[in-house]
């Protein structure tokens, strides 16, 4: 008998945009070797282009319309693969732009920098658009991997070491939980594909052992976009790791996730949905809960904005409780609001560090409304989007998260949420207390204009008020965007 | 109908503030005056809806829609009817007399000031315009931040605990709001099969009584009677109002509280009528507790400003005693008596402000005798007060009186206990105009104080010309509102009767 081995049809083109940013991290490392060499800002640029040449191929495969699956269905190409990647892409994009004058500033230049991120940034694009259980655990890897190093980046700084240290150990720990859940489920259901997983006749009933697998993948989920109980390593990370990378691990890397996660639970597994939903209604509540009590007591921002983003997980969670189109819909443009919030804020800390020094302290931000008060009033921008102030982008994302929440009959989830959201107004805007009500103590923070950094905040700022004011077209294109998997 | 007023006159003062955002921070008197011609000119624009409302129509009036969200439902609608209009106007008037007040008192980052100011008057004006639910959340809770900023930025000593517990108290009872706007949204969605957040649309549907309709308007109640303040939610406002400064205890107390009672007007009422009316009781308890309370905390008080802010409490409980009467009288005497506390309760600040200017204390022990010192100031305070007391001739009579004959439909020992206020409050008024003005001049300091430049007289004369317009001829202000006011009372009832007829 001869085994029957087909050779899967090979279609580029729907790993285009990944493939883009791989290769231009390739040609980084090349170009490192090339003069001049003693400054690595052009190749923050070359990164930069392969960024948009990424973003401008995702716009091309959009617009030439039609789905696509490659290499066995391993790959899928839809319009869901495709928001994430101009989610991710804008990410890396204005990380990349706030990281060129930072790593001078800081002394952390080197090609290796734009290269991971490069590649964590292919690594997130290939999560939302794996089909495959297997796909979705090198993906993850992919990102990991090159995040864990980029995190230790500062070599001479303890907290910095401590921070790749934590990530790694408690990433992998993590990431074996997940392997572990899908060869349980492989085991139950007989494939990793996330279509014949759904098929099988397992997923429909309460097999135990896919049960259990599911929780083991929920857990190492849990832990990559750090939901209760497996937070512990965000404000330690967060805190440590470089400004830049702090706000891509926050954004890109919880995007990459959240988009495995949704489809995976929804396409593959939406025969458990009244088990996982339960589920996480209880981790969505004390998500939130946790991470907005813990931020209160937070004086280092980094801290404050890790638990703050614990937090803003926990409200993302009630769309996949919510379930169904609506749910996941609200959690894709919230995504998109959180992506341009969050790099914002972390990018006006990183403009205020200089070498050595890290403006961190909230006490450093008192009467920075008097000295700078153009970049104060950013900040305040960023921090009321994340309260949900209208007529900013957080306001509208919450909106519609809240109201998937309530059409699908989760009240109280809501009403602890909305509790939730008064608690968080306090932290944030304690921070517009030290900016705009107190005076300076000592000589506070110099800030260092930056033509790239400005650039990537006012671009982060445009895109929270138009989220904002007119979110319509892009609350559509995420509802179109997440058709692919509910048909 | 002139197309597009109420959007000009809502947008108007952001336009002038996103204008002298870009003036250069150094040209202070360039943002001072711009920032009031802006002000001055949004009045002048808001008149005609005044003069060309039709007031014995009771629909809503130079409306305007355009869609926003079409997939939600949400749209831009705007538009005025008589329980809007006077609020509008009443904004309008004030921020310009608040911006004129704060010409020298605030020195300290004047452009953003200024800015704040405009921006603040058009989250009020969206407040009280919007005809969408979600439009409405988006400018009640985007009006939160400037007044936070007005608070802690140029306020006193202990401006920065007021203005986050300003901001918390709002924001816990918004948050309660949104829910139940969501819920009673899809409520309607799947029972009519239209998705809107359309106010008149969903006024008119029939929300079935029962535990639902309590939650919902418990939600709302809570959000509203925050901000009214009705006792006991209003210790927030002696802390906002002692420590703003003079122009945002100017519009807080003018504008900022009655957004609750109109609230209660606008939204509870049409929307949750059997619940309306189950809680009335409850709301009669607080807002009688309040009156008398609030008049009673007010005697004591040895700072003219707290005794001021106290004095809103027992106001606004009247206010929220005509509205749930639910009876013409009471709701009409509700809403005039909302344009009282803002006329005679702002007045009342901007003269604490401008003594406090020159003197830098508001401790009434050392003040006496400014009768032979500064005797105009002294005449128009006397006005003033005794406008805020509800004296016949005055504006405030009208609004009380009209609430009294209200309440007493209701239940005349109603009536009997919330007149005790009116008494009480001629005797904190009386007391410390008496301590302040009368007697002989025990402060040497005091025996310097300068009279009422013309700035002053200008930002005082608007409102004593309405003080007493409204207290003689009311009828030209009730006129606009009757209708209205009728066909609002028409809709509770026949929705009550619906739903109890189920």
């Given amino acids: ?487 | 109908m002139i197309p597009g007023l109420v959007s000009a006159v809502t947008f108007l003062p952001a336009l002038g503030a996103v204008a002298l955002l870009l003036v250069p921070r150094r040209l202070d008197a360039v943002h001072r005056a711009g920032a009031l011609a802006v002000a001055v000119l949004t009045f002048l624009v808001s008149v005609p809806l005044w003069t060309r409302f039709d007031g014995t129509r009771a629909d809503f009036q130079f409306e305007e829609v355009a869609g926003w969200m079409p997939s939600l439902g949400v749209s831009y609608h705007v538009g005025v009817d008589g329980i809007s209009l006077l609020l509008v106007l009443l904004t309008t008037l004030l921020t310009p007399i608040a911006l004129a007040s704060a010409w020298r008192a605030i020195e300290d980052r004047t452009k953003e000031f200024v800015v704040t100011i405009l921006l603040l008057e058009t989250g009020m004006l969206g407040v009280f315009v919007s005809l969408d639910l979600f439009l409405f959340f988006v400018f009640w809770e985007a009006m939160l931040i400037p007044m936070y900023l007005v608070i802690g930025v140029w306020g006193g000593a202990n401006r920065i605990y007021a203005a986050v517990k300003f901001v918390l108290y709002t924001m816990v009872g918004s948050a309660l709001m949104l829910v139940a706007i969501l819920a009673f949204y899809y409520q309607h969605g799947a029972a009519t099969g239209t998705y809107t957040f359309d106010v008149p649309t969903l006024a008119r549907w029939v929300l079935p009584a029962g535990l639902g309709q309590d939650l919902m308007f418990l939600a709302f109640a809570l959000a509203f009677a925050i901000k009214v303040p009705l006792f006991p939610f209003h210790t927030w406002l002696p802390d906002a109002h002692v420590e703003a400064p003079t122009a945002g205890s100017v519009i807080l107390a003018g504008v900022l509280l009655k957004m609750g009672t109109y609230g209660f007007l606008r939204f509870c009422l049409p929307f949750f009528p059997d619940a309306s009316l189950q809680f009335a009781p409850l709301v009669f308890a607080l807002a009688v507790i309040g009156i008398v309370y609030g008049a009673l905390v007010s005697t004591v008080q040895p700072d003219l400003k707290k005794l001021v802010a106290y004095s809103s409490v027992s106001h606004l409980g009247f206010v929220m005693l005509g509205l749930f009467t639910l009876n013409q009288q009471g709701l009409v005497g509700g809403l005039i008596q909302m344009v009282n506390h803002g006329l005679s309760t702002g007045a009342l600040f901007l003269m604490v402000g401008m003594i406090y200017e020159r003197r830098h204390t508001r401790l009434i022990a050392e003040f006496g005798g400014l009768w032979k010192v500064i005797p105009a100031f002294s005449a128009l305070f006397l006005v003033v007060v005794l406008s805020s007391l509800g004296l016949p001739g005055l504006n405030g009579f009208v609004g009380e009186f009209l609430v009294l004959v209200g309440a007493f439909q209701v239940s005349g020992w109603l009536a009997a206990a919330a007149t005790t206020g009116i008494i009480f409050a001629a005797v904190y008024l009386l007391w410390m105009y008496q301590r302040v003005v009368f007697g002989e001049i025990t402060r040497d300091e005091n025996r310097r104080l300068t009279d009422l430049c013309p700035r002053e007289w200008a930002v005082l004369a608007p409102l004593l010309l309405f003080i007493v317009w409204i207290g003689v001829y009311p009828a030209a202000f009730t006129g606009k509102t009757e209708a209205t006011i009728a066909a609002l009372l028409a809709q509770v009832e026949s929705k009550a009767s619906v739903a109890l007829a189920r």
């Fill in chain 1, 1 to 487: 008998m001869t085994p029957d081995i087909t050779i899967p049809q090979i279609t580029i083109s729907v790993l285009l945009p990944a493939l883009i940013v791989l290769g231009t991290g390739a040609l980084v490392l090349l170009l490192d070797l090339v003069p001049p060499r003693d400054s690595k800002t052009h190749l923050g640029g070359v990164a930069l282009a392969g960024i948009l040449a990424a973003l401008l191929a995702t716009v091309w495969l959009w617009l030439r319309g039609g789905d696509g699956r490659a290499f066995g269905d391993m790959v899928l190409l839809d319009g869901y693969a495709l928001f994430f990647d101009v989610v991710i892409c804008y990410a890396a994009a204005l990380v990349v732009m706030l990281s060129m004058d930072y790593l001078a500033r800081t002394g952390g230049e080197s090609a290796e920098y734009y290269m991971l991120v490069l590649f964590a940034t292919a690594g997130m694009m290939l999560l939302a658009s794996a089909g495959d259980l297997v796909v979705v655990f090198l993906a993850l890897e992919l990102m990991s991997l090159s995040l864990y190093v980029l995190a230790g980046l500062f070599k001479t700084r303890l907290t910095s070491g401590e921070a790749s240290m934590k990530y790694f150990l408690l990433g992998a720990f993590a990431t074996s939980f997940l392997l572990y859940g899908i060869a349980l489920i492989y085991g139950a259901t007989g494939s990793t594909n996330l279509d014949r997983i759904a098929a099988s006749g397992a997923a429909k009933g309460g097999d135990p052992l896919l049960l259990i697998g599911l929780g083991f993948l929920l857990v190492g989920f849990g832990f990559k976009i750090s939901s209760v109980p497996f937070h512990m390593w965000a404000p330690d990370v967060y805190e440590g790791a470089p400004t830049t990378i702090t706000a891509f691990i926050a954004t890109g890397s919880k995007a990459g996730a959240f988009a495995a996660l949704i489809r995976v639970l929804t396409v593959a597994l939406p025969g458990a949905q009244a088990d996982w939903s339960a589920l996480l209604w209880g981790v969505a509540a004390l998500t939130m809960t946790i991470g907005n009590v813990a931020a209160l007591a937070q004086s280092n921002l980094k801290r404050m904005l890790a638990y703050s983003s614990i937090a803003h997980v926990g409200y993302m969670l009630m769309g996949l409780v919510a379930g169904g189109a609506q749910g996941a819909g609200a959690i894709l443009f919230y995504l998109l609001a959180y992506t341009f919030t969050t790099i914002g804020a972390f990018g006006v800390i990183a403009l205020c560090e200089r070498a050595g020094e890290e403006a961190v302290e909230v006490g450093g931000y008192a009467g920075l409304a008097r000295r700078h008060p153009v970049l104060a009033a950013t900040l305040a921008l960023f921090l009321l989007s994340l309260i949900g102030i209208p007529p900013l982008a957080g306001f509208v994302a919450k909106f519609y998260l809240f109201g998937s929440a309530v059409r699908a009959g989760y009240i109280w989830l809501t009403v602890i949420a909305v509790l939730n959201s008064a608690v968080a107004a306090y932290y944030y805007l304690r921070v517009v207390v030290y900016m705009y009500m107190r005076e300076p103590e000592g000589e506070g923070i110099a800030v260092t204009p930056s033509v790239a950094g400005g650039l990537a905040l006012a671009v982060a700022l445009a895109g929270i008020v138009l989220l904002g004011v007119a979110p319509a077209p892009f609350a559509d294109l995420a509802q179109a965007a997440v058709a692919p998997l509910l048909r």
